[in-house]
């Protein structure tokens, strides 16, 4: 009797990578204020539905050759694609700021694009056992790091000042919708096209793990500067880490933070060409 | 291409004895180790001559089972079939077999064994006489153990098929014989157990095999650089072994074997990541231990590989990561050193490696006088007069010594250790990020022989984990590696009701 | 397909070879620690309405031999902070390095919009971490020139006395550069900076700076600085004066009465020595004298009610400085 080759644990870690990359280098965004973790939960829960929704539609449909539908690949392309520049033009912004400012942003950017090319060019099953080996590092990373800024945390900076507006609510629902679960669904026609169909169970708990393991580094940002201050950075998750001392004087941990921006935006950036890739071919055919 | 000699596969023997005769005397006539006695027989009519190279043989079989029953044995051979008669009645030997052409015979006189020839047949007869000397058993140097079997191959593949044998007394071993080298002929095993080799691995591997086209095959290596799928790549898809338990191991994991005569390494496929990391005697010690030990090899590899980069890293690019008072100390010890952190940092492994490979074949009594120069020399003096630093020093001495602990992955670690320097000169931990990253999406994209490359470490489940990053107790290894097709090792308790 | 690999090598060679060139090409990529000054403590004053930036900083001497590591003291002058650094940095033969910069110094000679610019410069070094200290000092230069006592600048000297004063008082300064700017960012815009004073060839922290809207708005001795923590809720545990406190915790509530706010405030703490009725005392005399005299929220108490209260909040939100400053402050002691 052969062992199967079983996926689903790398598809779940996949859509949780997915799920974490640029949101956790942004994350909380500029808008932020005492209302901003609730919405965190409450756009969470919004895109659970829908993506539950979203992963039986598309296990129940196949991809389509009518005309119509090549259009709607084309439209589907130019989204992606922008999501790629967008993601890409963070990621660049993110480590000629933070990691590396005195080289120029157009070698960081040639160097990560040699990485992303390099990993498309794979099998999707080097993505997938990719994604769990940078999703196992970057889980323990975000635990270590919030146990260690635990000591400078104030429980205040996260408690509601009063019972949130609608409005002020809906403005932090959405802020999160858009900067963080809006292209999940990507991942979900990548795997329609690259396996064959989505693994509902697998994506579904990918996501759910993406979704706590961003809202650790939400609540450590919180926690220790509190909104206000979050709002202000630039890439407060990097900043919160860089606070991090163990021991005397200072000890900076920043280090083994970069991983988790590089693995992150790597993984999304692929599975992004990826569907484009297969959009293409579905067009073509 | 310089032509071989003439093909001899389609020379036939004559009946004529002293025609056959003149035929290998011309063949050998440029080699004065070449020994034909003539014998008659008992009957004072049939003749017959037995033709060997002298050095090859063993004098003692050839007088006693061959050259005495010819003269002694009164036995009526008759007129047809006389080999046969003199094989089933004469002669002592415990093997004999016939030779019809040319070539047949060069090949049994060229791997020791005698041939004899008798008037009135065409016929050959190959006769087991072999007596080349070899090496012996002895514990290879490159795989020491502690605890365990401490005998290795030597250069003989007969021996070695025996050695192995007798770890697996079971009918389901075969060996397949394959000549390969134009020139060399030299004789390749093929082992596997039957019941749980992949067929279609083992058919392919012989055609790769059978593909061959070189003049002579004088290691494994020859025919692992020939069969390995990723022929560039620096990471090993075919393992490589001195010690016939490591190879019944193997075998009994579903993997085969490859047996080249004239050397004692033996091939082994396929070849996952993970025993790059494992120790032939983590099966002998008691797991706490062993997974100890596991776990110590892939720190270490870890340690090899970036210990110098990230220390080049920290001190150029990212000297806020630095703790305040290490950084302080690290400037203090680093001041006045001519060259930038990336050249001290590959002077010091260029000088670490040609030290440890003049430690390896280097005559032993030059040993002492090499590790003080390497101590002195490199330790003290140049940290003294500022060429090197001290911290660079011990970033490079550390990574190498990890290195040491891994020597399967020689290679790899050096390659990859000075990439990762380079790369962290010009871009700090970005590069060196991306460049491990790569490296881990090379790791995970190739296969040995179907197999995937990293079919261990899938899944960080226990069943995939049990013998990679620690070693299980032996009562929980049930299973075999995941790629085998008889995946269930032991029988279960409930079986047995 | 052999010659496609070929040409698949050769291309990611030319592709190496090019970036390896390009990367060469931005200046300053092999400065290596010991050829930079490392800042551990810079500090800014104003000298004849112009900022001084005064930096410690640790330089490493390749020449000598017997003492390799030199503490040095640099200056430099410019209309604003970013100019005074950058004059400073044009004095020197090599580069500054902010990274290891552990403390920032302000000084009693800065206006207003001086510690702004001070504070908004340190947030635009990106070199300068955000847990860096912000303390307060009288004469930066002679504190910044002083023999360290136990580590190897003041700087850090500096950081470990913050860390000793405020376990041994229970006091709580929140004076790191995110805890003063999350407290700028708050209604109130008051932080509190540990004050340091040199006296002979020692330093100490002699009390606490209260500043409102980037002003310095009081001055607090060790003993009134616990008192403050004590009301503003930041105090754990520790001893001042002849009292010894295991633990505290105050509980803030206000309302409006007749156009007058009142602030209650219910102080449960673990006396472990000293008279609670005396602590009492202390606390209300404190709590009015500074809330009255300074003309200004220096205990954050619109901040405390605008988390709070925030029905009470927008009720004074209008005219929010007259209300805080006629407040009146009723506070409980109870045992817990």
């Given at each position: 009797?052969k062992?199967?080759?079983?996926?689903?644990?790398h598809?779940a870690?996949l859509?949780?990578?997915?799920?974490?990359?640029n949101?956790i280098?942004?994350?909380?965004?500029n808008s932020?204020?005492d209302?901003?973790?609730?919405?965190f939960?409450?756009a969470?829960?919004?895109?659970?539905?829908?993506?539950?929704?979203i992963v039986?539609?598309l296990?129940?449909?196949d991809f389509?050759?009518?005309?119509?539908?090549?259009?709607?690949?084309?439209?589907?392309?130019?989204?992606v694609?922008?999501e790629?520049?967008r993601?890409?033009?963070?990621f660049?912004k993110?480590?000629s700021?933070i990691i590396?400012?005195?080289v120029s942003?157009?070698?960081?950017g040639?160097v990560?694009?040699?990485?992303?090319?390099?990993?498309?060019l794979?099998?999707n099953?080097?993505?997938?056992?990719?994604?769990?080996?940078?999703f196992?590092?970057?889980?323990i990373l975000?635990?270590?790091?919030?146990?260690l800024?635990?000591?400078?945390?104030?429980?205040?900076?996260?408690?509601?000042?009063s019972?949130p507006?609608?409005?002020?609510l809906?403005?932090?629902?959405?802020?999160?919708?858009?900067?963080?679960?809006?292209?999940?669904?990507?991942?979900f026609?990548?795997?329609?096209g690259?396996?064959?169909?989505v693994?509902?169970?697998?994506?579904?708990?990918g996501f759910?793990?993406?979704g706590?393991f961003?809202?650790?580094?939400?609540?450590?940002?919180?926690?220790l500067?509190?909104?206000e201050?979050?709002?202000e950075?630039?890439f407060p998750?990097?900043?919160?880490?860089?606070?991090?001392?163990?021991?005397y004087?200072?000890?900076?941990?920043d280090g083994?933070?970069?991983?988790i921006?590089?693995?992150?935006v790597?993984?999304?950036?692929t599975v992004?060409l990826g569907?484009i890739k297969?959009?293409?071919?579905?067009?073509?055919? | 291409m310089?032509?071989l000699t003439?093909?001899?596969s389609?020379?036939?023997l004559?009946?004529?004895?002293?025609e056959?005769?003149?035929?290998i005397?011309?063949?050998?006539?440029k080699d004065?180790?070449?020994?034909i006695?003539r014998?008659k027989?008992?009957?004072?009519?049939?003749?017959c001559?037995i033709?060997?190279?002298d050095?090859?043989?063993n004098?003692?079989v050839?007088?006693?089972?061959?050259?005495r029953?010819?003269i002694?044995?009164?036995?009526?051979i008759?007129?047809k079939?006389?080999?046969?008669e003199?094989s089933?009645k004469?002669l002592?030997v415990?093997?004999?077999?016939?030779?019809k052409?040319?070539?047949?015979?060069?090949?049994?006189i060229?791997?020791?064994?005698?041939?004899?020839?008798?008037?009135?047949?065409?016929?050959a007869?190959?006769?087991?006489?072999?007596g080349w000397?070899?090496r012996?058993?002895?514990e290879?140097?490159?795989?020491?153990?502690?605890?365990?079997p401490?005998?290795?191959?030597?250069?003989a593949?007969?021996f070695?098929?025996?050695?192995?044998?007798?770890k697996l007394?079971?009918?389901?071993l075969?060996?397949?014989?394959?000549r390969?080298?134009?020139?060399s002929?030299?004789?390749v095993?093929?082992?596997?157990?039957?019941s749980?080799?992949d067929k279609?691995?083992v058919?392919?591997?012989?055609?790769?095999?059978?593909k061959i086209?070189?003049d002579?095959?004088?290691d494994?290596?020859?025919?692992?650089e020939?069969?390995?799928?990723h022929?560039?790549?620096?990471?090993?898809?075919?393992g490589?072994t001195?010690?016939?338990?490591?190879?019944?191991?193997r075998l009994?994991e579903g993997?085969i074997?490859?047996?080249v005569?004239?050397?004692?390494v033996v091939l082994?496929?396929?070849?996952l990541?993970?025993?790059?990391?494992q120790?032939?005697?983590?099966?002998y010690?008691?797991?706490?231990?062993?997974s100890v030990?596991?776990?110590?090899?892939?720190?270490c590899f870890f340690l090899a590989?970036?210990?110098?980069?990230?220390?080049?890293?920290?001190?150029?690019?990212?000297k806020?990561?630095?703790?305040?008072s290490?950084?302080?100390s690290?400037?203090?010890?680093?001041g006045g050193?001519?060259?930038s952190?990336l050249?001290?940092?590959l002077?010091l492994?260029?000088?670490f490696?040609?030290?440890?490979?003049?430690?390896?074949?280097m005559?032993?009594?030059?040993?002492h006088?090499?590790?003080?120069?390497?101590?002195?020399?490199?330790?003290?003096?140049?940290v003294?007069?500022?060429i090197v630093?001290?911290?660079?020093?011990i970033?490079?001495a550390?990574?190498g010594i990890?290195?040491l602990?891994?020597?399967?992955l020689k290679g790899?670690?050096?390659?990859?250790?000075?990439?990762?320097?380079?790369?962290?000169?010009?871009?700090g931990?970005?590069?060196f990020i991306?460049l491990?990253?790569?490296f881990?999406?090379?790791?995970f994209?190739?296969?040995?022989?179907?197999?995937?490359?990293?079919a261990s470490?899938r899944?960080?489940?226990?069943?995939?984990?049990k013998?990679?990053f620690?070693?299980?107790p032996?009562?929980?290894m049930?299973?075999r590696p995941?790629f085998?097709?008889?995946i269930?090792?032991?029988?279960?308790?409930?079986?047995e009701? | 397909m052999k010659?496609?690999?070929i040409?698949?090598?050769?291309?990611?060679?030319?592709?190496?070879i090019?970036?390896?060139?390009?990367s060469g090409?931005?200046?300053?990529?092999?400065?290596q620690?010991?050829?930079?000054?490392?800042?551990?403590?810079?500090?800014f004053?104003?000298?004849?309405?112009?900022?001084r930036?005064?930096?410690e900083a640790?330089?490493?001497?390749a020449?000598?031999?017997e003492?390799?590591?030199e503490?040095?003291?640099?200056?430099?002058e410019?209309?604003?902070?970013a100019?005074?650094?950058l004059?400073?940095?044009a004095?020197l033969?090599?580069?500054?390095?902010?990274?290891h910069?552990?403390?920032?110094?302000?000084?009693?000679?800065?206006?207003?919009?001086?510690v702004?610019?001070v504070?908004?410069?340190?947030?635009e070094?990106?070199?300068i971490n955000l847990?860096?200290?912000i303390v307060?000092?009288d004469?930066?230069?002679?504190?910044?020139?002083?023999?360290?006592?136990?580590?190897l600048?003041?700087?850090?000297d500096?950081i470990?006395?913050?860390d000793?004063?405020?376990?041994?008082?229970?006091i709580?300064?929140?004076?790191?550069?995110y805890?003063?700017?999350?407290?700028?960012?708050?209604?109130s815009?008051?932080?509190?900076l540990?004050?340091?004073?040199?006296?002979?060839?020692e330093y100490?922290?002699?009390?606490?700076?209260?500043?409102?809207?980037?002003?310095?708005?009081?001055?607090?001795?060790?003993?009134?600085?616990?008192?403050?923590?004590?009301i503003?809720?930041?105090?754990?545990?520790?001893?001042?004066?002849?009292?010894k406190?295991?633990?505290?915790?105050?509980?803030?509530?206000?309302?409006?009465?007749d156009?007058?706010?009142?602030?209650?405030?219910r102080?449960?703490?673990q006396?472990e020595?000293?008279s609670?009725?005396k602590?009492?005392?202390e606390?209300?005399?404190t709590?009015n004298t500074l809330?009255?005299?300074?003309d200004?929220?220096?205990?954050?108490?619109?901040?405390r009610i605008?988390r709070k209260?925030?029905?009470?909040?927008?009720?004074?939100?209008?005219k929010?400085k007259?209300f805080?400053?006629?407040?009146?402050?009723?506070?409980?002691?109870?045992?817990?």
């Amino acid at each position: 009797m052969k062992a199967k080759t079983n996926y689903s644990l790398h598809i779940a870690f996949l859509t949780a990578v997915f799920t974490l990359s640029n949101a956790i280098i942004t994350l909380p965004f500029n808008s932020a204020d005492d209302k901003t973790f609730l919405g965190f939960i409450l756009a969470f829960f919004i895109s659970l539905a829908a993506n539950v929704f979203i992963v039986s539609f598309l296990n129940k449909r196949d991809f389509s050759n009518k005309i119509f539908f090549k259009f709607l690949y084309c439209a589907l392309i130019l989204l992606v694609l922008f999501e790629v520049l967008r993601s890409f033009a963070l990621f660049v912004k993110f480590a000629s700021e933070i990691i590396l400012p005195s080289v120029s942003a157009f070698i960081i950017g040639a160097v990560f694009l040699l990485c992303v090319i390099y990993t498309f060019l794979k099998h999707n099953s080097v993505i997938l056992k990719f994604s769990l080996f940078s999703f196992l590092i970057v889980a323990i990373l975000i635990i270590i790091f919030f146990i260690l800024s635990s000591k400078e945390y104030r429980a205040e900076n996260i408690f509601l000042l009063s019972f949130p507006d609608i409005s002020e609510l809906v403005s932090q629902i959405y802020y999160c919708l858009i900067g963080i679960f809006l292209p999940l669904p990507i991942v979900f026609l990548w795997q329609k096209g690259e396996i064959g169909e989505v693994n509902k169970k697998a994506s579904i708990i990918g996501f759910c793990l993406g979704g706590i393991f961003l809202a650790l580094p939400l609540l450590n940002t919180l926690l220790l500067f509190g909104a206000e201050v979050s709002g202000e950075l630039s890439f407060p998750y990097a900043s919160a880490i860089s606070t991090v001392t163990v021991g005397y004087l200072f000890s900076r941990m920043d280090g083994f933070s970069y991983f988790i921006y590089f693995a992150c935006v790597l993984v999304k950036i692929t599975v992004l060409l990826g569907t484009i890739k297969t959009l293409i071919k579905h067009i073509k055919s | 291409m310089a032509p071989l000699t003439k093909d001899y596969s389609s020379v036939y023997l004559t009946e004529n004895l002293d025609e056959n005769i003149k035929i290998i005397k011309e063949i050998f006539k440029k080699d004065s180790t070449l020994r034909i006695r003539r014998i008659k027989l008992k009957d004072n009519v049939n003749e017959c001559a037995i033709i060997y190279i002298d050095g090859m043989i063993n004098n003692e079989v050839l007088n006693d089972s061959v050259v005495r029953p010819l003269i002694t044995a009164a036995v009526d051979i008759g007129e047809k079939g006389k080999i046969e008669e003199i094989s089933s009645k004469i002669l002592f030997v415990n093997d004999a077999n016939k030779a019809k052409t040319v070539a047949d015979m060069l090949r049994a006189i060229l791997y020791g064994d005698t041939i004899l020839l008798v008037s009135g047949s065409s016929v050959a007869l190959s006769l087991n006489t072999k007596g080349w000397r070899t090496r012996g058993i002895s514990e290879p140097q490159e795989e020491r153990v502690l605890q365990g079997p401490r005998e290795g191959f030597d250069e003989a593949a007969m021996f070695n098929l025996a050695m192995l044998r007798r770890k697996l007394l079971t009918p389901d071993l075969c060996a397949e014989m394959l000549r390969v080298g134009r020139r060399s002929e030299t004789i390749v095993f093929i082992c596997y157990l039957e019941s749980l080799a992949d067929k279609q691995c083992v058919k392919e591997l012989k055609k790769k095999i059978e593909k061959i086209d070189i003049d002579g095959i004088l290691d494994t290596n020859y025919i692992a650089e020939y069969i390995r799928p990723h022929r560039f790549s620096l990471l090993k898809t075919t393992g490589t072994t001195e010690r016939p338990d490591v190879v019944a191991a193997r075998l009994l994991e579903g993997r085969i074997a490859v047996i080249v005569d004239g050397t004692p390494v033996v091939l082994t496929l396929p070849y996952l990541f993970s025993e790059n990391f494992q120790s032939d005697e983590d099966y002998y010690l008691n797991f706490f231990v062993a997974s100890v030990g596991r776990f110590l090899r892939f720190v270490c590899f870890f340690l090899a590989v970036s210990a110098p980069a990230i220390f080049v890293a920290l001190t150029t690019f990212h000297k806020q990561l630095l703790p305040t008072s290490f950084a302080l100390s690290v400037a203090q010890l680093r001041g006045g050193v001519p060259f930038s952190a990336l050249i001290e940092c590959l002077l010091l492994i260029f000088v670490f490696e040609i030290l440890k490979e003049t430690g390896l074949r280097m005559p032993q009594s030059l040993g002492h006088a090499l590790s003080i120069v390497g101590g002195l020399v490199v330790g003290q003096a140049a940290v003294e007069a500022r060429i090197v630093s001290a911290p660079m020093l011990i970033a490079v001495a550390l990574s190498g010594i990890s290195g040491l602990m891994i020597p399967r992955l020689k290679g790899v670690v050096f390659y990859l250790r000075v990439a990762a320097v380079l790369v962290s000169s010009l871009l700090g931990l970005y590069g060196f990020i991306a460049l491990m990253s790569i490296f881990v999406v090379r790791v995970f994209s190739i296969k040995s022989f179907g197999v995937d490359y990293t079919a261990s470490i899938r899944n960080p489940d226990f069943e995939h984990l049990k013998d990679t990053f620690f070693r299980a107790p032996w009562e929980y290894m049930k299973t075999r590696p995941v790629f085998n097709k008889n995946i269930i090792r032991a029988r279960d308790e409930k079986d047995e009701d | 397909m052999k010659r496609m690999r070929i040409k698949k090598i050769l291309s990611l060679f030319l592709v190496l070879i090019l970036l390896f060139c390009l990367s060469g090409c931005s200046g300053n990529v092999y400065t290596q620690a010991d050829q930079q000054y490392i800042v551990s403590a810079i500090g800014f004053l104003n000298k004849s309405g112009r900022i001084r930036a005064v930096a410690e900083a640790v330089a490493v001497n390749a020449e000598s031999t017997e003492q390799s590591v030199e503490r040095v003291l640099l200056e430099g002058e410019g209309a604003t902070p970013a100019e005074s650094v950058l004059d400073l940095a044009a004095k020197l033969s090599k580069p500054l390095l902010f990274d290891h910069c552990g403390v920032i110094l302000t000084d009693a000679t800065l206006n207003r919009e001086e510690v702004e610019k001070v504070l908004s410069y340190c947030e635009e070094n990106k070199q300068i971490n955000l847990a860096a200290y912000i303390v307060h000092s009288d004469d930066i230069e002679k504190l910044l020139s002083l023999k360290p006592m136990a580590a190897l600048t003041v700087g850090y000297d500096i950081i470990g006395v913050i860390d000793r004063a405020q376990s041994l008082y229970g006091i709580k300064f929140f004076n790191r550069f995110y805890e003063v700017k999350a407290n700028v960012l708050k209604k109130s815009n008051t932080f509190l900076l540990p004050s340091f004073e040199a006296v002979g060839e020692e330093y100490t922290i002699s009390g606490s700076e209260v500043y409102s809207s980037f002003e310095r708005k009081a001055r607090l001795t060790n003993e009134q600085t616990a008192l403050y923590c004590l009301i503003t809720d930041t105090y754990s545990h520790g001893a001042f004066s002849e009292y010894k406190i295991a633990s505290a915790k105050c509980f803030f509530d206000s309302s409006i009465k007749d156009e007058k706010l009142y602030i209650d405030l219910r102080i449960k703490a673990q006396i472990e020595k000293g008279s609670r009725e005396k602590l009492l005392e202390e606390l209300e005399q404190t709590a009015n004298t500074l809330n009255l005299f300074f003309d200004s929220d220096i205990f954050a108490f619109s901040n405390r009610i605008y988390r709070k209260n925030q029905k009470v909040w927008k009720k004074i939100v209008s005219k929010e400085k007259e209300f805080i400053k006629n407040a009146h402050i009723s506070i409980a002691l109870e045992d817990i």
